[in-house]
């Protein structure tokens, strides 16, 4: 099923320029796993890191290191270059979780170990993860989250489940780029939880009594 | 090895025949230029070829480097292990996907992020999703290469307005965050991600690739 919210040209410049802080990138390159479209406009962002990387002005590379290139390529084994591996995609395995998402949270959704941080509400941080806040999330079916806005940026991947806020429904492989300015306050669907994925740049803010109660509850 | 590897002199027979040399001094090579030069290294192993990619690519790639702040030593083994990355993958080149400055600058971006950054996890991802878009090669969302003006890709940055040639170039050319530039400037975060909005909007449109 193809997404239908996508990444912000901003995201996707910064992630192009290598700019997008790592928790950030994560949850980035989980949506465009899934996402043909983004991965097409993050090519025409390549373009112009391309064009940019060409324009630098520059002085004649020296002899010496011009020689230097050539005595590794005196080392290289005198094989063919490298074609395009022909085992091309993973069969679609629900169970699986993206790619982008495995160095720091496995390979199972159904291994992952929840803790429970407010009612309906189950949490996995990755730790370590420099410049930002990455968390898995399962929400109960029919919760209703409290309204908070962010300090900085937030992305958020839905992996399963989905949910509805002002913004519109959010399902499977959408991914909501939110910044400091919005606030949101997220339904999930009945049936199933919502399972997804976020980062952050900054802390979040709740509004409100009820939420400052749940604040130290996220831990955010 | 002089004679092109059978399985691969049949990638671009045509292509590799054509081989041309380097264009007068006064005309910029353009992107068939690099991907004639490309077809030679991949299916004939071409070291002029090469090394005309060389002089053109590892200054440049050498600079950019640099502006990201990468120490000159580490700077130069990274350039190195770009273009050899050139050599061993030359065979994966599509140049009706991507220009060569396009490949060659995702090949150095990747580098500084795993290397320079340290984030082992990057490079690996970066590769998956290469995969994916060479498995749906058939469909595309982005306008072929061959329809991608870089001249006008050129102009469309030049004219940018100040303000936002300048936020493209920090955030390109000095690796800063949204957060960062935001700070950096005096500027709201909203106003550094609306203003890199717009010019990515105009870039785009020049390449033929807006929808």
Redesign the interface.
Same mark, same amino acid.
């Given at each position: 099923m193809k997404p239908h919210h996508h990444l912000?040209? %901003?995201t996707?410049? @910064?992630y @192009? %320029?290598? %700019?997008?802080?790592?928790a950030l +990138? #994560?949850v980035a390159?989980t949506h465009? /796993?899934r996402c043909?479209?983004c991965?097409?406009?993050?090519?025409?962002?390549?373009?112009?890191?391309? #064009?940019?990387?060409?324009?630098?002005?520059?002085? +004649?590379?020296a002899d010496d !290191?011009?020689a230097?290139?050539?005595a590794?390529?005196d080392a /290289?084994p005198?094989?063919?270059?490298? +074609?395009?591996?022909a085992d091309?995609?993973e069969e679609a395995d629900p169970d699986r979780l993206p790619?982008?998402l495995q160095?720091?949270f496995g390979h199972s959704l159904r291994a992952l170990r929840w803790k429970r941080v407010a009612p309906g509400v189950q949490r996995i941080r990755a730790s370590s993860i420099a410049?930002g806040e990455l968390m898995l999330l399962r929400i109960a079916p029919g919760s209703k989250l409290p309204l908070h806005s962010h300090g900085?940026?937030e992305l958020t991947v839905i992996l399963d489940g989905a949910y509805d806020d002002m913004l519109g429904h959010f399902g499977p492989g959408d991914v909501a780029d939110l910044?400091?300015?919005t606030q949101h306050q997220p339904v999930t669907s009945p049936g199933v939880p919502c399972i997804c994925v976020a980062a952050t740049? !900054?802390p979040l803010k709740f509004s409100g009594w009820v939420a400052r109660t749940l604040q130290p509850l996220f831990g955010f | 090895m002089m004679d092109p590897h059978p399985a691969v002199a049949e990638v671009a027979p045509f292509r590799a025949k054509r081989v041309v040399a380097p264009p007068a001094s006064n005309a910029t090579p353009d992107a068939q230029y690099w991907s004639m030069q490309m077809a030679a290294v991949s299916a004939q192993r071409d070291r002029a070829s090469f090394m005309r990619i060389y002089d053109h690519f590892a200054p440049r790639l050498q600079r950019y480097l640099r502006n990201l702040g990468v120490a000159e030593s580490l700077a130069d083994e990274l350039v190195q292990e770009a273009l050899l990355t050139l050599w061993r993958k030359a065979g994966l080149f599509d140049p009706a996907r991507a220009s060569l400055a396009t490949w060659l600058y995702r090949v150095a971006r990747n580098l500084y992020i795993d290397q320079v950054r340290r984030e082992p996890h990057w490079l690996p991802i970066q590769e998956g999703l290469d995969r994916l878009d060479l498995a749906e090669s058939d469909r595309r969302d982005s306008a072929p290469e061959s329809l991608i003006d870089q001249d006008a890709l050129k102009q469309a940055i030049d004219r940018l307005p100040a303000v936002q040639a300048k936020l493209v170039r920090m955030c390109y050319l000095e690796s800063k965050s949204h957060s960062e530039i935001a700070r950096e400037l005096g500027m709201p975060l909203g106003s550094v991600k609306s203003s890199l909005r717009r010019a990515f909007a105009k870039l785009q449109g020049s390449m033929g690739g807006a929808r």
């Amino acid at each position: 099923m193809k997404p239908h919210h996508h990444l912000d040209d %901003a995201t996707l410049l @910064s992630y @192009s %320029a290598g %700019a997008l802080p790592t928790a950030l +990138a #994560v949850v980035a390159a989980t949506h465009l /796993e899934r996402c043909a479209a983004c991965r097409a406009r993050l090519l025409d962002a390549d373009r112009i890191g391309g #064009v940019l990387m060409q324009q630098q002005r520059i002085d +004649a590379p020296a002899d010496d !290191a011009r020689a230097a290139m050539l005595a590794l390529l005196d080392a /290289e084994p005198a094989t063919a270059p490298a +074609a395009a591996p022909a085992d091309l995609m993973e069969e679609a395995d629900p169970d699986r979780l993206p790619a982008a998402l495995q160095p720091w949270f496995g390979h199972s959704l159904r291994a992952l170990r929840w803790k429970r941080v407010a009612p309906g509400v189950q949490r996995i941080r990755a730790s370590s993860i420099a410049g930002g806040e990455l968390m898995l999330l399962r929400i109960a079916p029919g919760s209703k989250l409290p309204l908070h806005s962010h300090g900085g940026n937030e992305l958020t991947v839905i992996l399963d489940g989905a949910y509805d806020d002002m913004l519109g429904h959010f399902g499977p492989g959408d991914v909501a780029d939110l910044d400091g300015q919005t606030q949101h306050q997220p339904v999930t669907s009945p049936g199933v939880p919502c399972i997804c994925v976020a980062a952050t740049d !900054a802390p979040l803010k709740f509004s409100g009594w009820v939420a400052r109660t749940l604040q130290p509850l996220f831990g955010f | 090895m002089m004679d092109p590897h059978p399985a691969v002199a049949e990638v671009a027979p045509f292509r590799a025949k054509r081989v041309v040399a380097p264009p007068a001094s006064n005309a910029t090579p353009d992107a068939q230029y690099w991907s004639m030069q490309m077809a030679a290294v991949s299916a004939q192993r071409d070291r002029a070829s090469f090394m005309r990619i060389y002089d053109h690519f590892a200054p440049r790639l050498q600079r950019y480097l640099r502006n990201l702040g990468v120490a000159e030593s580490l700077a130069d083994e990274l350039v190195q292990e770009a273009l050899l990355t050139l050599w061993r993958k030359a065979g994966l080149f599509d140049p009706a996907r991507a220009s060569l400055a396009t490949w060659l600058y995702r090949v150095a971006r990747n580098l500084y992020i795993d290397q320079v950054r340290r984030e082992p996890h990057w490079l690996p991802i970066q590769e998956g999703l290469d995969r994916l878009d060479l498995a749906e090669s058939d469909r595309r969302d982005s306008a072929p290469e061959s329809l991608i003006d870089q001249d006008a890709l050129k102009q469309a940055i030049d004219r940018l307005p100040a303000v936002q040639a300048k936020l493209v170039r920090m955030c390109y050319l000095e690796s800063k965050s949204h957060s960062e530039i935001a700070r950096e400037l005096g500027m709201p975060l909203g106003s550094v991600k609306s203003s890199l909005r717009r010019a990515f909007a105009k870039l785009q449109g020049s390449m033929g690739g807006a929808r």
